[in-house]
Antibody, heavy 116, light 112 residues
Framework: QVQLKESGPGLVAPSQSLSITCTVSGFSLTSYGVSWVRQPPGKGLEWLGVIWGDGSTNYHSALISRLSISKDNSKSQVFLKLNSLQTDDTATYYC??????????WGQGTSVTVSS | DIVITQDELSNPVTSGESVSISCRSSKSLLYKDGKTYLNWFLQRPGQSPQLLIYLMSTRASGVSDRFSGSGSGTDFTLEISRVKAEDVGVYYCQQLVEYPRTFGGGTKLEIK
């Protein structure tokens, strides 16, 4: 069955970079996209970006200078990298299997705290 | 960016009753292919969001027929009939007609 699992560092210092890996199973990264969404504590959902099966990407315009999404199809892994972290980047980060009309399966999320 | 607005529910709902949750978009979500790119999610306490409805009115796999979606190009409704305790959580709508894919702020459903 379809599964996604995020793994991240938990704690990142301000101004440093965040790297999160989404490991998927049950579907091929060459056929489906993967989106990233984050949720600050007690707040709503914010879409960050998507990488499609052909490797093309779309990013949130507010983060485009700091955000990069890539993948390794052979390892079934998608990578999020966010640079120059600030305290308002503290959030739970989710990856989700994506088709053109929906984000249909989500991972459990990984919590990231930006603090010194 | 497209702004998605969701209202709060005025009161907790009694089990067995029906409830409507509204969502409004600052721009029409009707695309040139004739489909309306509005989805609904439920996030239960402590869980990841779960897709309920896609393309405004199509239930996702495994979703109860107690959930139904409807709307026009800019105004949308999620209706939940015979509300159960398991329906508690925050409901989000999301548009997919433009980047960035924006979400509404969420509507919290509580049961009396």
């Amino acid at each position: 069955q379809v599964q996604l699992k995020e793994s991240g560092p938990g704690l990142v210092a301000p101004s440093q970079s965040l790297s999160i890996t989404c490991t998927v199973s049950g579907f091929s990264l060459t056929s489906y996209g993967v989106s990233w969404v984050r949720q600050p504590p007690g707040k709503g959902l914010e879409w960050l970006g998507v990488i499609w099966g052909d490797g093309s990407t779309n990013y949130h315009s507010a983060l485009i200078s700091r955000l990069s999404i890539s993948k390794d199809n052979s390892k079934s892994q998608v990578f999020l990298k966010l640079n120059s972290l600030q305290t308002d980047d503290t959030a739970t980060y989710y990856c989700a299997k994506t088709v053109y009309y929906a984000m249909d399966y989500w991972g459990q999320g990984t919590s990231v705290t930006v603090s010194s | 960016d497209i702004v998605i607005t969701q209202d709060e529910l005025s009161n907790p709902v009694t089990s067995g009753e029906s409830v409507s949750i509204s969502c409004r978009s600052s721009k029409s979500l009707l695309y040139k292919d004739g489909k309306t790119y509005l989805n609904w999610f439920l996030q239960r306490p402590g869980q990841s969001p779960q897709l309920l409805i896609y393309l405004m009115s199509t239930r996702a796999s495994g979703v109860s027929d107690r959930f139904s979606g409807s709307g026009s190009g800019t105004d949308f409704t999620l209706e939940i009939s015979r509300v159960k305790a398991e329906d508690v959580g925050v409901y989000y709508c999301q548009q997919l007609v433009e980047y960035p894919r924006t979400f509404g702020g969420g509507t919290k459903l509580e049961i009396k």
